[in-house]
């Protein structure tokens, strides 16, 4: 019973990591229809600026801010002048150009940063949390609690503001958009800075726990990638139930069968729910008409 | 209100407009009859900004309106219900709506729905389904109904009868014939001549990129040219 609560924080932890870059492709998705591949890269670039700021002397709440910030604005660059410059080719070209940029962002990083692993302390302390007879670090807690305050904002932003529905509008059709008053190119900018700073803040968030080097961007954008399409790509409740689920497959079976397995199993049940459920578990069906 | 003079457009190297002179008064319903294929679409596609024009000048309460991005032009107050409807179909009939008053965030924006809803009333029922699930006539309504949320003083239709029953366009065209009294300027681009030509102030005949026609409503009705060409008699 001790062992399965272990295993269960261990795996919400990861699970709310993957949340939250799933929540960072939801937005660039909802917007453009574009899986944005660089969102691993995000993640990275929060962790990295972040640790090179706060070893130059910066307070670390600064530090964090300045990576956020600083990974917005390369999200803005991104989309200006790789993204927008292709408007109108298919999406699968737009993807494939944001793989482009993960890879050129990857190797730029290499090249300012360097090739180490690098860490941060952990926001509140290192002494073990027990709960229910398990124990859990504290920055495992702010790592879960900024998952579901990003979801909680996404989910408001999306369903209650009008600037949500916007973007939603933008992505369902864009010419409609343009001629009810929607300026079209600043939802775009909009969209990659917010999946930029979203990103950023993960990374800042888990490196105490699983440190940062300039190539953790690929594996979390593939497990972000996963948690969005099983919890339902474009959905804020697909990617967070989508991510935790992940997270919690690959932790029970790393504990009860072999963590060789993990990555095995997981991938496993995903493909079962998709063959059952091909739009994920909240996506939703599309019907139209014409 | 509305001013065009000598409107070109192309696509690719292919000219479609080749130099349009219309006008618009205030409070006028002006419609563009005219076969497929005429360059009707493009014409209101050009005055929304839509579809870059060549050369000629489009004025618009005063101001050129050429070089405003299409995203602005209906903060000037010129609305465009699109060809093919173009809503967004997977939002509800009511985020549409609310869509369309995306520029506003007054309480006028709740009245508006409000009339919105008393002019067709099945969007009512069904506001909060999602509008693609909506019939073509439903959505049609809902195409004109967003349009009117941006409190236009000019209100550009792209085709409102097209692929509808015999019914729903009467219905259609009721409503369009209606905005009269809302003080609504109206340019209806139809195919349907007759039909468009009926509740109109003036027409203007298209074919092949350019204005062939222009007069009453009424004498083009009667022109036995429009007769043979347009209404099949």
């Not at chain 1, 790592?143 to 305050?149: D, K, P």
Request: charged residues 15%.
């Amino acid at each position: 019973m001790d062992a399965l609560m272990q295993f269960i924080y261990s795996g919400l932890t990861v699970g709310a990591v993957y949340a939250l870059v799933a929540l960072g492709f939801t937005i660039i998705y909802n917007a453009s229809d574009v899986v944005n591949f660089a969102q691993g890269e995000f993640v990275m670039l929060g962790g990295m600026i972040t640790v090179f700021a706060f070893d130059a002397g910066l307070p670390l709440p600064l530090a964090a801010l300045t990576a956020i910030v600083a990974t917005a604005a390369i999200g803005v660059a991104l989309n200006k002048f790789a993204i927008e410059p292709a408007r109108g080719a298919p999406v699968v070209s737009l993807i494939i150009i944001t793989i482009g940029a993960s890879i050129l962002i990857r190797g730029a990083s290499q090249v300012i940063f360097d090739k180490q692993l690098h860490r941060l302390p952990a926001f509140s302390g290192d002494d073990p949390i027990h709960l229910l007879g398990a124990t859990l670090l504290p920055q495992s807690l702010w790592v879960i609690c900024g998952a579901f305050a990003i979801f909680i904002g996404l989910w408001l932003f999306f369903t209650r503001t009008l600037l949500g529905k916007a973007v939603l509008a933008t992505a369902n059709n864009r010419l409609a958009a343009q001629l009810v008053g929607i300026n079209t190119g600043f939802v775009m900018t909009l969209s990659f800075a917010l999946s930029a700073a979203i990103g950023a803040l993960a990374g800042v968030l888990v490196t105490p726990i699983t440190l940062v080097s300039y190539d953790v961007g690929v594996g979390l954008a593939l497990k972000g990638f996963a948690a969005a399409m099983l919890g339902g790509m474009g959905n804020p409740k697909g990617a967070l139930v989508g991510g935790l689920l992940l997270g919690l497959f690959e932790a029970l079976t790393a504990g009860y069968i072999s963590s060789q397995y993990k990555e095995a199993v997981a991938f496993v049940v995903i493909l079962a729910v998709l063959f059952v459920m091909p739009q994920g578990l909240f996506g939703e069906k599309k019907t139209e008409r014409v | 209100m509305l001013s065009v003079e000598g409107l070109r457009s192309a696509y690719g190297h292919i000219e479609v407009l080749h130099g349009i002179d219309l006008n618009v008064s205030s409070k006028e319903i002006v419609t563009v009859v005219g076969a497929n294929g005429a360059g009707k679409t493009t014409l209101l596609k050009c005055l929304s900004g839509t579809q870059p024009s060549t050369g000629g000048d489009i004025r618009f309460r005063g101001d050129a309106l050429t070089s405003v991005p299409a995203f602005k032009r209906l903060k000037r107050g010129l609305s465009q219900s699109p060809e093919g409807r173009q809503i967004f179909t997977n939002l509800s009939v009511e985020e549409n709506l609310r869509l369309g008053a995306f520029l506003f965030t007054d309480e006028r924006v709740d009245k508006d729905m409000e009339d919105a809803f008393q002019m067709f009333p099945i969007l009512k029922e069904k506001r909060n389904l999602a509008a693609g699930g909506l019939s073509g006539g439903q959505q049609q309504m809902l195409a004109i109904a967003r349009a009117l949320m941006g409190r236009p003083h000019c209100l550009l239709l792209d085709e409102p009868s097209m692929g509808l029953a015999p019914l729903l366009v009467a219905q259609i065209f009721d409503v369009v014939k209606s905005l009269r009294e809302r003080e609504v300027t109206v340019l209806l681009v139809e195919q349907n001549a007759f039909g468009a030509l009926k509740i109109a102030d003036r027409g203007y005949v298209m074919e092949t990129g350019r204005i062939t026609l222009a007069g009453a409503a009424a004498e083009l009705i009667a022109d036995p040219r429009v007769r043979e060409a347009y209404l099949g008699i």
